[in-house]
């Protein structure tokens, strides 16, 4: 059975830095695209970052670039989400997915939720002012 256990969320002030980590059992996805996404309150899921099997390509929502940085160790079987300079519309619920496809053929491929195949049950992220 394939589990994605995402961890680091919390609690932090405005300019903070959080790292997020998921960890995934049950099959590697060394090959495979990675990715973030996240869903405030009463807002729908939206992308935040992804990257592709070959690690080639790492892309992000424009509200991101800059301050968040997506990285993955194979040998944990594991993908990173690095917060920095975090701000109050950050606030969410950040979930970890992982795709059966190594990459897609354009950047829109990486941002639509029906392209992963598995989801974390999700960590809550809440900045303040």
């Known amino acids: 059975q394939v589990q994605l256990v995402e961890s680091g969320g919390g609690l932090a002030q405005a300019g903070d830095s959080l790292r997020l980590a998921c960890a995934a059992s049950g099959r590697t996805f060394s090959d495979k695209t990675m990715g973030w996404f996240r869903q405030a309150p009463g807002k729908e899921r939206e992308f935040v970052a992804a990257?592709?099997?070959?690690?080639?390509?790492?892309l992000y929502t424009d509200s991101v670039k800059g301050r968040f940085s997506i990285s993955r160790d194979n040998a944990k079987n594991t993908v990173y989400l690095q917060m920095n300079d975090l701000k109050p519309e950050d606030t969410a619920v950040y979930y970890c997915?992982?795709?059966?496809?190594?990459?897609?053929?354009?950047?829109?491929?990486?941002?639509?939720?029906?392209?992963?195949?598995?989801w974390g049950q999700g960590t809550q992220v809440t900045v303040s002012s």
């Open positions: 990257m592709s099997g070959n690690r080639f390509i790492r």
């Open positions: 997915t992982a795709s059966s496809a190594a990459d897609y053929l354009d950047a829109a491929g990486y941002q639509q939720t029906q392209n992963y195949n598995y």
